[in-house]
T-cell receptor, first 114, second 116 residues
Framework: AQSVSQHNHHVILSEAASLELGCNYS??????LFWYVQYPGQHLQLLLK??????LVKGIKGFEAEFIKSKFSFNLRKPSVQWSDTAEYFC????????????FGGGTRLMVKP | GAGVSQSPSNKVTEKGKDVELRCDPI?????LYWYRQSLGQGLEFLIY????????KSGLPSDRFSAERTGGSVSTLTIQRTQQEDSAVYLC??????????????FGPGTRLTVL
């Protein structure tokens, strides 16, 4: 069975600080990797995804993530956060299983102080 | 349609009652998923439908939970004899197909269920 771990449950940063959120997964085969974001009062939205090719993936709003196969990791980064990045971030994987259902990490709540 | 819609947005019920939660997927999307977001368990998969095929029910936590999808579009998640541990936000997502690897899933706003 696949599983996803997000080690940072709560992160507080000041504006312009750099961000890195950890995501590690457990799965023996080929995986597709996703980061979703949930802004306060809004529904889950896709930030970025990795299927194959360049392991450095760029998403919306200046976010990027790097797939490191040897470390089973897919960390999310942003060089300079803004107050509007305050949200909950979820890492998710599907392991090319039938149906492509997602397995989510526990989420990381990010608060950016103005 | 614009996106995935769900109704009701909030549902408060008494323990032991049955509830029905509705999901309208994005038009043309053949895959539909139900997830549950709760404080103790995070986001967990419940069930998915691909077109008119039999659903994958592997994530349903008990036989009190069931879902159907009529005409390959609208889906209803039913919880019978609700328990307090069923309190959660129930999320629906749709994607163009569950058969293609890694299709993005588009999520609805969820239904917040509170069982008293």
């Amino acid at each position: 069975a696949q599983s996803v771990s997000q080690h940072n449950h709560h992160v507080i940063l000041s504006e312009a600080a750099s961000l890195e959120l950890g995501c590690n997964y457990s799965y023996g085969g080929t995986v597709n990797l996703f980061w979703y974001v949930q802004y306060p009062g809004q529904h889950l939205q896709l930030l970025l995804k990795y299927f194959s090719g360049d392991p450095l993936v760029k998403g919306i709003k200046g976010f990027e993530a790097e797939f490191i196969k040897s470390k089973f990791s897919f960390n999310l980064r942003k060089p300079s956060v803004q107050w509007s990045d305050t949200a909950e971030y979820f890492c998710a994987v599907n392991g090319n299983n039938a149906g492509n259902m997602l397995t989510f990490g526990g989420g990381t709540r990010l608060m950016v102080k103005p | 349609g614009a996106g995935v819609s769900q109704s009701p947005s909030n549902k408060v019920t008494e323990k032991g009652k049955d509830v029905e939660l509705r999901c309208d997927p994005i038009s043309g999307h053949t895959a539909l998923y139900w997830y549950r977001q709760s404080l103790g368990q995070g986001l967990e998969f419940l069930i998915y439908f691909q077109g008119n095929s039999a659903p994958d029910k592997s994530g349903l936590p008990s036989d009190r939970f069931s879902a159907e999808r009529t005409g390959g579009s609208v889906s209803t998640l039913t919880i019978q004899r609700t328990q307090q541990e069923d309190s959660a936000v129930y999320l629906c997502a749709s994607s163009p197909s569950a058969l293609a690897t890694g299709n993005e899933q588009f999520f609805g706003p969820g239904t917040r269920l509170t069982v008293l």
